[in-house]
């Protein structure tokens, strides 16, 4: 279970998260929307201890995270798979040097059994004999799985997504949606995934919550979000122009931090 509670960070003196609290059971797929800038990348990277709160406190599995030395850092991140935005592939690698990495770099498995979890981690991923390739022969939505793959391989009990449809056309994004439905009831892990997306997210989510400046406003099913009636989460959810959400225009910048 992850537990966030009165979470605050500011860059520059300018608030971005501002006391969010926030409640992640095991074995939950949880989607977090919201606009850009509104706080969602910011949150993972506190969660796994890549930035660390002016206030607040994230306890995963009853450890806190937020006083944790690099060494026991290490260790807890290694309970977490992150699927970057990017794919964030190194270019010189093969797609199997890629995935077995973290294997490489903290276990003494032998390199047979790391070549057979590679070679499971992209038939999970639906890319079986990829290992040789490079992220140069592959195409946007190969890297995703390549990507999604390198973040099983560890077999962590939580899998972070950050804009996992980004660039990817429909068909390869439904594609990337149903392996994150796939890998949740394979490996029965959490699921936590940011998006703009929101057809996406009506898909993979058993829980969705929009981040709205810095707060949670709203957290419901799939089904709740869709029907809901506030009319900030009506305007992002229908892609509207008109509504309470206007664009972040710098003359906008200092209404929206003072609120």
Known sequence: MIEITDLHKNFNGKPVLKGLDLLIPNGESLTIIGRSG?????????????LKPNRGSIIVDGEEVTNMDYNNLSRLRRKFGVLFQGSALFDSMTVSENIALSLVEHTDLSRTEIDRRVAEALDMVELPGAENLKPSELSGGMKKRVGLARAI????????????????DPIMAANINQ???DMNRKLSITSIVVTHDIVSAYEVADRIVMLHYGKILFAGTPEETQNSAHPTIR????????GPIKPLHYNHVNSIISK
Do not use: M, N
Request: aromatic content about 10%.
């Open 38 to 50: 509104c706080g969602k990348s910011v949150l993972l990277k506190h969660i796994i201890g890549l």
């Open 153 to 168: 391989i560890y077999r962590p009990a939580y899998l972070l997504y950050d804009e996992p449809t980004t660039g990817l």
């Open 179 to 181: 392996l994150i439905i």
């Open 235 to 242: 305007q992002f959810v229908e892609g509207s122009v008109e």
